[in-house]
């Protein structure tokens, strides 16, 4: 009898605990998401587009309730620095998720190129009617194709020019110039056209290549510029909106398809809102007070370097600006290239690009 009721109470004890498996790993609930989600971006955290990284992490976190925690992994550290590699590995499942640009992104999806196309786009508004066009649709579509989910735009910015020898006014100016590039073809390309003598290679390498005077330049936008000195190494600036690079927040298609509809949403608008906090940084003091204000009113932030361009300045840099014309001689320069990267790019895609931007 005495050992009946151990049985018992042991079989009362095993159901109990077994309920409770049940209970905890039923959808919805914690057990059932990974501990950790991991994430690449290329940059490191004090760069805008690493802040932004980190802005998306902590909304997930807290519109998911904890939930869903996602790592970053900095300076493409999962890919040994092979930033152009992020959209296959984030596609196979192995890193879950990217905050990444769509230049490291270019050589699996030729398509987003259509931002690297020199001296098409020129402007915050019309990068803006693109990305919320029918451009940035198609985009989307692309990378659904890859097996991507595209969740929002954020950005790098427009890309500026530095150097150690001279101020770049012409195409002239350029020649003979020893420039780092990102290794998307269309970077060599563009530089080849315009005279000078492009070197890629990875970010991870390249600011050792600036400090040991390996090359001569190279090409970012202020989100870069800024919080990587750039002045320590480059006494010459020009800033001519040449080429835009976007940054997508992306997810693996399959697993983010997987997540219940509400985590899906939290995500989707985790992302979104980081992405208009970090346009903002990367647009501070290029665009008036716009993105100032929304620093300061939306998001309680004051920006550390209000003016990109008169810190860089005030740091000893001379920053140039194109007249028209000037501006002119670099577009004839790199005419040549749009025959041979429209179609990579696709007639369709650029004339979409074209429509939204309501250029001719
Ligand atoms: O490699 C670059 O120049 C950088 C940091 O801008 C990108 O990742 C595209």
């Given at each position: 009898m005495k050992k009946f009721s151990l049985y018992l109470k042991y079989a009362l004890v095993s159901v109990i605990a077994l309920s409770m498996v049940f209970v905890f790993a039923a959808p919805g609930q914690a057990g059932k998401f990974k501990k950790e989600y991991k994430m690449t971006l290329n940059v490191g955290p004090q760069f805008y587009w690493g802040m932004g990284a980190i802005k998306f992490v902590e909304l997930v976190k807290q519109k998911t309730n904890g939930q869903i925690n996602i790592k970053p992994y900095y300076g493409s550290a999962l890919l040994k620095g092979a930033q152009l590699k992020s959209p296959q590995i984030v596609a196979t499942g192995v890193i879950d998720c990217a905050y990444e640009s769509t230049i490291n992104s270019s050589p699996v999806m030729p398509e987003m190129n259509i931002f690297s196309l020199?001296?098409?786009?020129?402007n915050f508004e019309n990068l803006d009617k693109m990305e919320y066009g029918q451009t940035g649709k198609a985009i989307f579509e692309v990378m659904d194709k890859n097996g991507l989910v595209g969740l929002a735009w954020a950005e790098n910015g427009f890309r500026q020019v530095t150097n150690s020898k001279r101020a770049i006014r012409s195409p002239q100016d350029l020649e003979g110039l020893r420039l780092r590039v990102v290794g998307s073809p269309i970077f060599i390309d563009t530089f080849r056209q315009l005279g000078a003598d492009p070197v890629n290679m990875n970010w991870g390498d390249a600011v050792t290549a600036f400090q040991q005077g390996v090359v001569d330049g190279q090409e970012n936008p202020v989100g870069v510029l800024i919080p990587v000195q750039i002045w320590q190494y480059h006494k010459y600036a020009t800033f001519w909106n040449y080429l835009v690079d976007p940054v997508i927040v992306y997810w693996n298609k399959k697993q983010f398809s997987a997540f219940p509809k509400d985590i899906q949403k939290a995500i989707r608008e985790a992302a979104v809102e980081s992405a208009r906090f970090e346009k903002a940084l990367c647009r501070a003091g290029l665009d008036g007070d716009k993105s100032l204000n929304i620093l300061k009113n939306e998001f309680n932030y004051t920006m550390k370097v209000p003016n990109p361009v008169k810190y860089a300045e005030s740091k000893g840099m001379t920053v140039t600006f194109l007249s028209d014309a000037e501006r002119n001689a670099f577009i004839e320069a790199t005419k040549p290239l749009y025959e041979k990267w429209i179609p990579k790019v696709g007639k369709a895609l650029y004339e979409k690009a074209k429509a939204d931007m309501g250029k001719p």
């Open positions: 020199p001296f098409f786009i020129n």
